[in-house]
């Protein structure tokens, strides 16, 4: 570490990214339907913040309303997974830092 003006620098490699904004990691779905999949997972998360499971159930039931039954939903930290799924219907995503969102449909 290296002193500046009296105070400590931490090394680049050491300072923690914190993404304020909705980070697609992965998705297969057409550019229109991400984007308003995108919308409805950022809206979800910032009108229910303190409740991951409310989240999940306000997308899956506006997702099954606009493209039909039947997706599903995961909203959590530090999760992993592994899902079969229809092709051109899975978003995985993070919002505000480590909130990770995974939406899919699986008839």
Known sequence: M????GKKEEP????KIVHTYPLIRHSDMA???K????????????KHATNNELAARMIKEMMDKKY????HT?????????????CKNLLYMFFGGNLAICTWKCS
């Open 2 to 5: 290296t002193e500046v003006e």
């Open 12 to 15: 680049e490699a050491a300072k």
């Open 31 to 33: 550019e229109e339907m």
């Open 35 to 46: 984007g308003e999949v995108m919308e409805l997972v950022v809206t979800a998360c910032e």
């Open 68 to 71: 039909g039954p039947s997706w």
């Open 74 to 86: 995961v909203v959590g930290e530090g999760f992993g997974f592994e899902i079969s799924y229809e």
